[in-house]
């Protein structure tokens, strides 16, 4: 059986770099990230009341590969689930989010000199 390439791809969560996945939470979600200080590659996303330190603020830690600049549709998932949003809002949102041009391409696009 072979990999169909076609509009059932457009449906999963594409690996992303952290930046944008960053800037979508923020500006869809409310959800917000820092990097996680003496870790190198951790990032940590916090909902409301954005305090990492409060006992009701929802805040997950995750590691970040290809030097800490990628987040696996794996801990892209992870980070969802824990804030309550489904993947298909999370789709959706992608979707109408030119992060770094068309919405099928996420790799991060250079500027000339």
């Known amino acids: 059986m072979s990999r169909s390439s076609g509009p059932q791809q457009r449906h999963k969560i594409p690996e992303m770099d952290v930046w944008q996945f960053a800037q979508l939470m923020k500006e869809r979600f409310q959800i917000l990230h820092e990097p996680l200080g003496g870790k190198a590659y951790w990032y940590r996303f916090t ?42 809002e999370f789709l ?21 000199n």
Request: glycine content about 8%; aromatic content about 4%.
């Open 47 to 88: 909902g409301s009341p954005y305090n990492a330190f409060c006992t009701e603020c929802r805040s997950l830690s995750v590691m970040a590969h290809n030097r800490g600049s990628r987040l696996s549709p794996l801990v892209i998932k992870q980070v969802l689930a824990k804030f309550g949003v489904s993947e298909k």
């Open 92 to 112: 959706e949102a992608l979707e109408g989010k030119p992060l770094s041009g068309p919405s099928d391409q996420i790799e991060t696009t250079r500027k000339p």
